[in-house]
């Protein structure tokens, strides 16, 4: 397997993460956003949206993230990132959705750059905006956290809810980390989210989410 990454991108940092937690060998290959290089035509002949990640596996191209760690998960199935009950697959996904749809979009490197390009926002207004939906969407996702944990005690789940959901770390997890990692650079509040930040720490025990981190990343060292 090839993967094509860049060490500060959030949705390829979810996918190594996916990809160590299975414990699955892949080549690296750099794609430095901000020189343009997704802008290529060579990449985008790969990836016509000109983002990262993609992943060459079985002569196939895969984009997308949540496409690409969902394939993982079916294609080597141990250890799981989504729960084998349908509903609680569902719970699953909802949380990584919760960032990858609702924060992650907002906040992403070519949003930001239009914010202070094309509408000549100040770096102080930029920051603004990434400050305001991160840390308003990390107090919707620690909510949904104590509600999930709250669901699953009235069904009866005594597994300890370690990580996103339960004991192990799941698709959710493999999106909060990249999330945290970012707002933590970008002087984001994290007070206050005892429940998710502990899932984060948890995930930082764990020597998969050490390797996959940014400054493990072959663009990400000196």
């Excluded at 414990?23 to 290529?40: F, I, K």
């Excluded at 909510?143 to 770390?169: E, H, K, N």
């Excluded at 493999?174 to 984060?200: E, H, Q, W, Y």
Aim: proline share 7%; with cysteine; aromatic share 10%.
């Amino acid at each position: 397997m090839k993967l094509y990454s860049y060490f500060r991108s959030s949705a390829a940092f979810r996918v190594r993460i996916a990809l160590a937690l299975k414990g699955l060998p892949y080549e690296y290959a750099a794609v430095h956003l901000v020189r343009g290089e997704q802008l290529q035509p060579e990449y985008r002949g790969l990836h016509p949206d000109g983002l990262v990640p993609a992943l060459e596996t079985a002569g196939e191209v895969l984009t997308q993230s949540m496409a690409i760690m969902e394939y993982l998960d079916d294609m080597h199935p141990e250890p799981r990132l989504l729960p084998v009950d349908a509903l609680e697959r569902a719970k699953v996904r909802a949380l990584a959705q919760s960032i990858a749809c609702e924060i992650h979009p907002l906040n992403n490197l070519r949003v930001l750059k239009y914010l202070k390009g094309a509408m000549k926002l100040e770096e102080a207004a930029k920051d603004q905006w990434y400050h305001h939906w991160t840390r308003s969407g990390l107090e919707a996702f620690e909510q949904q956290l104590v509600v999930l944990d709250t669901w699953q005690q009235l069904r009866g789940l005594s597994t300890p809810q370690t990580f996103c959901f339960g004991a192990s770390p799941t698709l959710a997890d493999c999106c909060l980390v990249p999330l945290i990692f970012n707002a933590k650079r970008f002087g984001v509040s994290l007070d206050n989210l005892p429940r998710t930040m502990a899932a984060f720490d948890a995930c930082m025990a764990l020597p998969s989410f050490q390797s996959a981190s940014p400054q493990a990343c072959p663009d990400g060292q000196g």
